[in-house]
């Protein structure tokens, strides 16, 4: 395994990554990363079984492979890394990180025994969600979420409701109750739905908001249980 990576691209995604994988778990592999070399992309996942985040990005590839590392190892060396191109590499067990005269290493598992995550095929039955709109709503509505957990999980987080080509957010904290609503930007009309979201995947979509770029698109879809949000440009971040 061996690619090269610019550091701002890459940054983005990890500053994700780190805040859904647990730092403190009792199940080992949720506070790693999966890491994938394939084709011309390179795909990061991390995931505490709650919330998962897959990422593809281009990178220049040399050799594929497959590695899990500590997340917030990984993420920590990146993040002091001058900007430009990153080379990494598999040595032994380790998977090594080359930048100008830095070079460091992270103990590495090389295998693909990775938790599973969902995907979801956005080709179809998609929502487009306004990014503006929707990010301010979630500023708005989070402060009102519960911080303890309790018997509700209702009031550990926040509903959502899809209805006459409108969304329809709602939280509360047992002493206050906030509505925000706003229009969708597609002109077609969508199955009305609704659900939950944990207060941690709430603030994780947040921050997905605020890294996408001007001509990224937000998607939702939903499979069952399962709620899926996809960022796209040139490369996919999927929540």
Do not use: C
């Not at 990061?44 to 917030?72: M, N, R, W, Y």
């Not at 920590?76 to 100008?100: A, Q, S």
């Not at 550990?156 to 409108?166: L, P, T, V």
């Amino acid at each position: 395994m061996r690619f090269t990576l610019n550091k701002a691209d890459l940054i983005r995604e990890l500053t994700l990554i780190n805040g859904i994988v647990e730092k403190r778990s009792t199940i080992a592999i949720l506070s790693n990363m999966y890491i994938k070399a394939e084709g011309q992309l390179l795909y990061l996942k991390g995931t505490d079984l709650e919330v998962g985040l897959t990422v593809a990005l281009k990178a220049d590839i040399e050799e594929e492979g497959v590695v899990i590392v500590s997340a917030k190892k990984f993420f920590e060396i990146v993040r002091v890394l001058p900007e430009g191109d990153i080379i990494f590499w598999i040595e032994d067990d380790w998977l090594k990180i080359e930048k100008g005269q830095s070079f460091y290493s992270i103990n590495a598992q090389v295998d693909d025994n990775y938790p599973i995550i969902p995907d979801y095929d956005f080709s179809y039955n998609v929502v487009t969600l306004p990014k503006e709109q929707l990010s301010d709503i979630i500023s708005t509505v989070s402060v009102s979420i519960n911080t303890e957990m309790i018997k509700e999980r209702a009031l550990n987080g926040a509903f959502f409701e899809f209805k006459d080509n409108e969304i329809n957010v709602v939280s509360s904290n047992r002493h206050t109750l906030f509505v925000a609503s706003t229009s969708l930007e597609q002109t077609e009309e969508i199955e009305n739905t609704s659900f939950i979201l944990s207060k941690k995947t709430f603030l994780e979509l947040k921050k997905m908001i605020q890294i996408a770029k001007e001509n990224d698109s937000l998607l939702m879809g939903r499979d069952g249980t399962n709620i899926f949000f996809q960022r796209s440009e040139e490369h996919t971040s999927e929540l």
